[in-house]
């Protein structure tokens, strides 16, 4: 799926929630095979009981991990199907437990064939695998019960929100990040043209000593973040924005936008009227960004390199 391609772990839950619902549609259909007249909802809560013990709504909700108000509206959904119903615990007749019916019991033979052939058909794809996706979901829930998510988040932003973002002039000394920060995000998509390699290895002789500006983001005094302001042999533009790159690590703190406004405000103070940007739609935050800057997109545009499909401009 293209979503799940292109973000990667981001919507972990999205594609959890997408597999649960393809298997829940199977397993109706699975269902109706056998001629079970059953919901797939039902299902942990017939395993639950299918030992021939009773069981608690509490302690039901516990083991198969849900709510009690679910669990209790699933028995109730039993009841009415005559499969299961709730009585008193031999061990203490305060407590109500719920049990299996004789029509129950029934089921549940018949649901062991199921069983055994899902079993297999489960094991069929899992040998395919390279890695086995139950392991891993138990790693994971190790890993959310220790801490949640939310608790993970909130730790990431109170550290992100914490960082100090200052934006400086280009140094000789930076060379290596303008570098390393270009290279990496254009190998994450596509691959370099001589054009990188002639501005990124002398970026003194191709932007700085042709009047433009190289601005570097010090995040917490690390140099994370990169932008060039160039000038343009154009008559209808002044500058340009390029060579904008942030580390992975440091997305988040605005860096990006800092940058571009630093190298904006550049183009304004050297009297700088209409500035152009190419750049690729599927870098959606970056577009996204260029377009709360003001940037609109040319109507026809002939891109200078080979992954550019959009042109930008800005009227200062």
Not at 101 to 123: F, I, P, Q, S, Y
Not at 207 to 228: E, N, S
Not at 271 to 294: D, Q, V
Request: charged share 30%; aromatic share 6%; with cysteine.
């Amino acid at each position: 799926m293209i979503l799940f391609e292109k973000s990667g772990i981001l919507t972990v839950g999205s594609r959890l929630r997408w597999l649960a619902d393809a298997v829940t549609r199977d397993a109706a259909e699975i269902y109706k095979l056998y001629d079970i007249a059953i919901k797939p909802k039902w299902f942990p809560v017939l395993y639950m009981l299918s030992n021939g013990e009773d069981h608690s709504v509490t302690g039901i909700a516990t083991a198969i991990g849900q709510t009690h108000p679910s669990v209790s509206n699933i028995v109730k959904e039993l009841k009415a199907a005559g499969l299961a119903d709730y009585g008193k615990s031999d061990d203490d007749r305060r407590s109500t437990v719920v049990s299996l019916t004789a029509e129950g019991v029934r089921l549940n033979e018949r649901l062991r064939k199921v069983c055994a052939d899902v079993e297999r058909a489960v094991a069929s794809i899992d040998a395919t695998a390279s890695d086995r996706l139950w392991s891993a979901l138990d790693n994971w829930e190790c890993a959310l019960t220790e801490k949640s998510l939310l608790r993970r988040v909130k730790e990431i932003k109170k550290s992100r929100d914490n960082r100090k973002v200052e934006i400086v002039d280009y140094r000789a000394e930076h060379l290596m990040v303008f570098k390393r920060l270009n290279i990496m995000w254009i190998n994450s998509h596509w691959s370099l043209e001589p054009h990188d390699l002639e501005v990124l290895n002398d970026p003194e002789s191709s932007i700085l000593a042709k009047g433009g500006r190289i601005f570097v983001a010090l995040v917490d005094g690390k140099p994370m973040g990169v932008v060039a302001l160039c000038p343009m042999d154009n008559a209808d533009y002044d500058f340009e924005i390029a060579k904008l790159a942030v580390d992975p690590e440091a997305r988040g703190t605005g860096a990006g936008e800092m940058l571009c406004r630093a190298a904006l405000s550049c183009a304004e103070a050297l009297g700088g009227k209409r500035i152009f940007l190419e750049s690729n739609t599927i870098l959606k935050p970056a577009i996204s960004l260029y377009r709360k800057l003001g940037f609109t997109e040319l109507k026809e545009y002939h891109p200078a390199y080979e992954r550019g499909d959009i042109q930008m401009e800005l009227t200062l």
